[in-house]
């Protein structure tokens, strides 16, 4: 199966902004969808598509996608965005499947 | 408004069987395909499992093929994962999660369970 990879950890000081990138080969057929987990809770959709946020979501993330690699942007981080954030796609290699990123480790200082 | 609660989950011995559940409530269940995915203890998200809205159709990651096999119940709606031989390995929190698919390219999970934890260990 494909593979979507991501950078293990980032930081970035509050009210900064930060782009979370994800590579692979299913995202030139897919947009990836983005995911914020925090500990010990259930992941939450952030951003879908070509650049859509579910109700609830605040503006400042957004995504963006050009080739093999898809991004999320939090512009203006804030303390409570800290988690770990996953994207996802089908997965191209076989129809019908799903993959899940490596994750990345959002750390707001 | 839309729930997903599992339960099923608990601790079992290496080679047993477990089977978790997935309740759904606040749609048309039997309108969407479901998914199953877990997390390792640390780790990160694994897909495991999908059925389609009408169960025709299952597609399961290798690491569980001939040991999970997920399946539904609309009339109860209500998502299972039947996990036989459970190896140490497959320790995690599993979560169901509901697909939308928006051809021709936009696919993603808008809603997710709370989870239940599976411990393998002897």
């Known amino acids: 199966s494909s593979e979507l990879t991501q950078d293990p950890s980032v930081s970035v000081v509050l009210g900064q902004t930060v782009r979370i990138t994800c590579q692979g080969d299913?995202?030139?057929?897919?947009?990836a969808s983005w995911y914020q987990q925090k500990p010990g809770q259930a992941p939450v959709l952030v951003i879908y598509?070509?650049?859509n946020r579910p109700s609830g979501i605040p503006d400042r993330f957004s995504g963006s996608s050009s080739g093999n690699t898809a991004s999320l942007t939090i512009t203006g981080a804030q303390a409570e965005d800290e988690g770990a954030y996953y994207c996802?796609?089908?997965?191209?290699?076989?129809?019908?499947?799903?993959?899940f990123g490596t994750g990345t480790k959002v750390t707001v200082l | 408004q839309v729930q997903l609660v599992e339960s099923g989950g608990g601790v079992v011995q290496p080679g047993r069987s477990l089977r978790l559940s997935c309740a759904a409530s606040?749609?048309?269940?039997?309108?969407?395909?479901m998914h199953w995915v877990r997390q390792a203890p640390g780790k990160g998200l694994e897909w495991v499992a999908l059925?389609?809205?009408?169960?025709?159709?299952?597609y399961h990651v290798d690491s569980v093929k001939g040991r999970f096999t997920i399946s539904r119940e609309n009339s109860k709606n209500t998502l299972y994962l039947q996990m036989d031989n459970l190896r140490v390995d497959d320790t995690a929190v599993y979560y169901c999660?509901?697909?939308?698919?928006?051809?021709?390219?936009?696919?993603?999970?808008?809603?997710w369970g709370q989870g239940t934890l599976v411990t393998v260990s002897s």
């Open positions: 999660a509901r697909e939308q698919l928006v051809p021709p390219q936009t696919y993603y999970f808008d809603y």
């Open positions: 606040g749609f048309t269940f039997n309108n969407y395909a």
């Open positions: 059925i389609w809205n009408d169960g025709s159709n299952k």
């Open positions: 299913s995202l030139r057929s897919y947009y």
């Open positions: 598509g070509q650049n």
């Open positions: 996802n796609s089908r997965d191209i290699s076989r129809d019908r499947l799903s993959v």
